[in-house]
């Protein structure tokens, strides 16, 4: 029998949100309304993160890598609200090896320069021959239209393609008006 997603128990106003990954349960709860969405994408973020430390996700690595674990959700989460889920930002912070500061070391210590970006994906000093930036814009449009030429129902789905290369990190503005 499989589990529902979401369980809720009336009596203590609890949800709990669950994702499964191979005999794992990896479980959230919530106390007061949430979006769900938000919960979800975390615990499968927080998975992917566990895999890129521990390689394999089973039982046994969760049990000898606790401390990591928990050093892990410290800074993916503040006051139940996600931070930093992208797992190179992490392992700028969270070493699998403990690592005992020289006095050097202590004053030399600077923040992880992905910290200061606005993005965490895209490499500062990306240079490329010419700056040019190639969009689609695809649209469908669905109408019922009824024998005498009348529209019933009409709506436009939309949606934009873009191939960037432009080098650094550039500010693009992209403006659509709903002139008809």
């Not at 006095?103 to 021959?129: F, G, L, M, S």
Request: aromatic share 8%; glycine share 4%.
């Amino acid at each position: 029998m499989s589990l529902k997603p979401i369980l809720f128990d009336p009596e203590s106003k609890i949800a709990f949100f669950h994702v499964r990954h191979l005999n794992l349960i990896v479980l959230g709860t919530a106390c007061h309304d949430i979006n769900a969405f938000m919960v979800f994408a975390f615990l499968h973020k927080f998975v992917d993160v566990l895999k890129s430390y521990l390689k394999e996700v089973v039982e046994e690595s969760v049990r000898d890598n606790f401390v990591i674990i928990y050093e892990l959700l410290d800074e993916m989460m503040d006051n139940g609200y996600p931070q930093h889920t992208d797992h190179e930002l992490l392992k700028e912070y969270i070493k699998s090896d403990y690592h005992q500061l020289t006095d050097k070391e202590k004053k030399a210590i600077n923040i992880p320069e992905n910290v200061n970006n606005v993005v965490t994906w895209r490499k500062p000093n990306i240079v490329h021959k010419k700056n040019e930036v190639y969009m689609d814009v695809i649209e469908k449009l669905n109408m019922t239209v009824t024998s005498g030429g009348q529209v019933i129902k009409s709506e436009v789905i939309g949606r934009l393609c873009m191939r960037t290369y432009l080098s650094g990190m550039p500010e693009v503005k992209l403006g659509l008006n709903d002139k008809n």
